[in-house]
């Protein structure tokens, strides 16, 4: 008897199952809210069962009724909670009188060490198949599958197919499938993913290869308005040096390869070795800050007239290489230093490094962090200028990770939105454009990559272009290169320029988002009462700071050597 062939199995995103059901409880209570009647919430849940994309899969009916001093008796009523079915978008949209989680599945911890134990069996996994919308397979691809215990990686082949072993049942599903191409494809992501073990799953991905004969800039390059023409020796950043401390770029990259100065301080590779990129951050940062249009491909970088100095750090590199990197900096004599890097760990001596530079007329700007939290360090440090990731729903693409990171309840009518994974706090200065953005990676090619680590030299780019020219920066005064006021001036005009294309949160983008459009050239006058006050403040913070670092630094000394003497 001949054995039947399956035909194979298209992955999509599938729709995601929750729990859903009013804020009630203290929690209510916190947020200022009413809890709703049940009948309020059966209402709610009527009108959301006419949305497109949610399904109500069961109702499990309350047993006790709340019992909260002050709120009437028919609030206080069993509240029912939904199990639905939706897309992630459906459920970013729920007001707060709703809460909402996914549903999960549990497990004994005996099914959770048989897991750990079995996963490495590769019967017990997944063939997968990458391709293009024309079905061509997709070589060079990582793919990612993951439970709620564990994470599995493996590389396409040269037919696009690849095979992981992770263990996972009806109870124990498949978290998550991601593909990740390096360049010229966009990401697929999936959570809950339809996948068939008998069959080969085949995934299909987006190319902008062809599109980007004709890119000349990003979405983010259009909203702060600088896809303006552009002419021989005008809005090009001639005569500023831009740092880039980062991973190296790719020197072989016909759109970089104007970029001749740069030192590595790697410590296990070369000094000479900063125009090889292992990583390929610091070729995308550096691009979309200076890269310049080739024959085969017009896209162009912020200010392709800077004079870039590629400051190799990653991989490997600690914090000491980073203080030399700054050192160098100093004596390089740069305008601008692009910092698209962070720790959770606060640093005395490098916050004192970065003090330097500022004081010395190098503006410092820093990526916040992507792991939603509080803003990591050098951003948090007052020396330098905090950037959060914001994010266009139109210029967001279907099926991938992207999609996933709307902040809820915080798209405007112009479809702006804060990026979840942004870190936010009182520190943010800016917001800029950072979900979803093409810029050069190793290989000669395009890549899309979205994080703080882009919104910062969006920002950086528009600032060396002000400083090459508003002829305030230019002229022999306050304001020129070597001074603290420089740095002041700066602050200023950026905070002047920013806001209005969204009603902003200080917390999660600062003063708002820069344009090239808000500032009057070369009429912008500087505020001098405001910039006496930046000098006050920004100086009673460093001390203030500093102090705190140390603090920090020496109290986790102190733990550690209290930890070793038990």
Request: proline share 6%.
């Amino acid at each position: 008897m001949t054995e039947k062939t399956l035909p194979p199995n298209v992955v999509s995103a599938a729709k995601t199952r929750h729990l859903l059901t009013s804020t009630q409880g203290l929690a209510a209570v916190y947020l200022g809210l009413t809890p709703m009647s049940a009948s309020d919430l059966q209402d709610k849940a009527d009108a959301l069962a006419t949305l497109e994309g949610l399904e109500i899969v069961r109702t499990i009916v309350g047993s006790e009724p709340l019992q909260l001093q002050g709120v009437d008796s028919d609030q206080q009523s069993a509240q029912p909670t939904y199990v639905v079915q939706a897309e992630p978008h459906v459920m970013a949209s729920l007001p707060p009188t709703v809460v909402a989680e996914p549903l999960t599945y549990l497990m004994s911890h005996a099914e959770i060490a048989s897991a750990s134990q079995t996963s490495d069996d590769t019967t017990s996994g997944f063939t997968l198949q990458v391709v293009d919308e024309n079905g061509d397979p997709v070589a060079g691809v990582q793919v990612a599958l993951s439970t709620d215990f564990e994470k599995r990686t493996a590389m396409t082949d040269e037919r696009g197919m690849v095979q992981i072993g992770i263990y996972s049942n009806q109870n124990f599903p498949i978290k998550t499938l991601r593909v990740m191409p390096k360049a010229w494809y966009w990401d697929f992501y999936a959570e809950r993913p339809e996948l068939d073990k008998r069959r080969t799953n085949v995934v299909k991905i987006r190319s902008f290869k062809t599109a980007m004969k004709t890119v000349v800039g990003g979405w983010g390059q259009e909203l702060m308005g600088l896809l303006h023409p552009r002419s021989a020796t005008k809005f090009r950043g001639e005569g500023i040096k831009v740092a880039v401390i980062d991973s190296g770029i790719d020197g072989g990259h016909d759109s970089l390869a104007h970029v001749v100065h740069g030192k590595n301080f790697n410590p296990k590779q070369s000094p000479d070795a900063w125009n090889t990129d292992e990583v390929g951050h610091g070729t995308h940062t550096a691009g979309l800050i200076g890269a310049r249009p080739t024959e085969k491909y017009p896209f162009t970088g912020i200010a392709p007239g800077v004079e870039l100095h590629v400051f190799k750090i990653f991989p490997y590199g600690g914090s000491d290489a980073l203080l030399e990197a700054l050192d160098e900096c100093l004596r390089r004599g740069v305008d601008v230093v692009n910092l698209s890097l962070g720790q959770r760990q606060l640093s005395p001596i490098l916050q004192q490094r970065i003090e330097r530079l500022t004081l010395n007329g190098i503006c410092c700007v820093a990526s916040a962090g992507n792991d939603g939290s509080a803003v990591m360090f050098p951003a948090n440090s007052p020396s330098s200028l905090a950037i959060s990731a914001i994010g266009l729903k139109e210029a967001v693409v279907a099926n991938t990770y992207d999609a996933t990171q709307i902040l809820p309840g915080s798209a405007t009518d112009n479809g702006l939105f804060f990026a979840r994974f942004s870190s936010h706090g009182p520190e943010i200065d800016l917001g800029a454009p950072g979900v979803g953005i093409i810029s050069t990676v190793p290989g000669n090619a395009f890549g899309a990559q979205s994080g703080t680590s882009m919104s910062a030299p969006h920002v950086t780019g528009l600032i060396a272009l002000l400083l090459a020219e508003l002829p305030v920066f230019q002229e022999a005064g306050p304001f020129k290169r070597g001074t603290f006021d420089r740095v002041l001036a700066v602050a200023d005009i950026m905070m002047q320029i920013s806001g209005g294309t969204m009603v902003m949160t200080p917390s999660r983008a600062g003063a708002g988002i820069p344009t090239l459009e808000g500032v009057a050239l070369p009429d912008r006058r500087l505020r001098n009462n405001v910039i006496e006050q930046l000098r006050n403040d920004l100086g009673a913070k460093m001390m203030i700071y500093s102090n705190r670092s140390i603090s920090q630094t020496s109290m986790a000394y102190a733990a550690a050597a209290d930890a070793a003497r038990r």
